[in-house]
């Protein structure tokens, strides 16, 4: 009798032990857009952009985002414009020839 309380007590110390790690949970899910405003125009140079990240929509934000970063800082551009969609597709094929 003795000997299984140890075992049990033993067991439910490993399991508390496991529960508090933080390797278990779950990332932190942002449930809003990132973008509150956007960029429309004039375009912006594809040479003053430095990279740009493009969030597609999902249950945290309707609407798809693209943010550009520059040296001065980042800003949200406009998905519909003509100028933003070209540029997204040039930084498209960019990293495809990079990969490759």
């Known amino acids: 009798m003795m000997k299984f309380s140890t ?3 033993m067991l439910l110390i490993c ?10 949970r779950p990332k ?3 449930l809003r857009c990132e973008c509150i405003k956007t960029y429309a125009e004039p375009a ?5 952009i430095q990279s740009l990240r493009v969030i597609p929509a999902g249950p ?3 609407n798809e985002e693209i943010i550009a970063t520059m040296k001065k800082g980042k800003m949200c ?3 519909a414009k003509n100028w933003v969609i070209s540029l997204k ?6 990293n495809v020839k990079s990969q490759q």
């Open 28 to 30: 932190p899910m942002h």
């Open 60 to 62: 945290q934000c309707k």
């Open 15 to 24: 399991t508390a032990a496991l529960l508090s790690t933080t390797e278990g």
């Open 89 to 94: 597709e040039k930084i498209n094929k960019k």
């Open 7 to 9: 075992s049990a007590f």
């Open 44 to 48: 912006i140079p594809t040479e003053k």
């Open 77 to 79: 551009l406009n998905p």
